[in-house]
């Protein structure tokens, strides 16, 4: 039996109802088809209301997420994420609650077909195996606002990124105007999303279950809605972006 397959069957940290978590954190996996069907030939346009999405139902990622604490973690994750042609994008960062002040980048989360591994940067070195893959121009990266994350990271370790989809633009271009993760969900796969644990503790040794479940779900939400926005009509991101490092 592989170390990957002992920790899937056995986690470091783990409970099911609201204990602390680390390791893997297993649930079903949705099918593709368990997203809802929403009607997007009329009003997929509009500036959706914040009245609107609240009456929608409330949706978080249901599958398979890997907690990365150690290099050891990183490297065999990395064998099943170069596997990936299309990764939803996103990072945490400790809010500070003073203007001009930020803390660097806490964690880094990356969403395939089948799961989603959160890399705590706290534990785990952003550097050259990371970059590499953001660099990669065969691997699409797709998040909001991505290139805000991308520069928070350069400044942790230099970097070109490369294969970047930003869903905003992507979603401008089709002539949408509200186009945040949680306006971009409603509009376009039918659901609302909660935010309630975006400004909490992401320096934490040992990440809390509510915290899990929101950082896998915005990845999540990263790879399927550039997905629907690419079967739209969005343009695809191009090769290469930067010439030089952020």
């Given amino acids: 039996m592989s170390e990957k397959q002992k920790r899937m069957q056995q986690p470091s940290i783990a409970e099911e109802n609201g204990r602390l978590y680390s390791g893997v954190w297993r ?35 249901e599958g398979l997420v890997y907690v990365i604490r150690t290099e050891a973690e990183l490297e065999e994750s990395m064998t099943d994420l170069s596997r990936e042609s299309i990764l939803g994008f996103d990072t945490e960062t400790r809010p500070l609650f003073r203007k001009g002040a930020s803390n660097r980048v806490a964690l880094m989360q990356l969403a395939g077909a089948e799961a989603v591994w959160l890399i705590q940067l706290m534990h785990v070195q952003f550097g050259p195996v990371l970059a590499e893959l953001l660099s990669d121009p065969s691997r699409i990266k797709a998040g909001v606002a991505i290139y805000d994350d991308m520069r928070g990271l350069a400044q942790m370790y230099p970097f070109i990124p490369a294969g970047v989809a930003d869903l905003g633009l992507m979603a401008r271009q089709l002539g949408l105007t509200t186009v945040g993760l949680r306006s971009l969900s409603a509009n376009l796969l039918g659901f609302r999303i909660s935010k309630s644990v975006q400004c909490s503790n992401w320096e934490r040794d ?18 399927e809605l550039y997905l629907r926005l690419l079967g739209l009509g969005g343009l695809p991101p191009m090769p290469f972006t930067h010439r030089k490092p952020l």
Avoid: K
Avoid at 34 to 60: E, F, H, K
């Fill in 27 to 61: 649930q079903r996996i949705p099918a593709p088809h368990a997203l809802p069907s929403v009607d997007l030939t009329a009003g997929y346009r509009q500036n959706i209301s914040g009245d609107v999405i609240n009456m929608l139902p409330m949706t978080a990622y």
């Fill in 206 to 223: 040992v990440l809390e279950p509510r915290q899990v479940r929101y950082a896998a779900t915005d990845a999540w939400l990263g790879r």
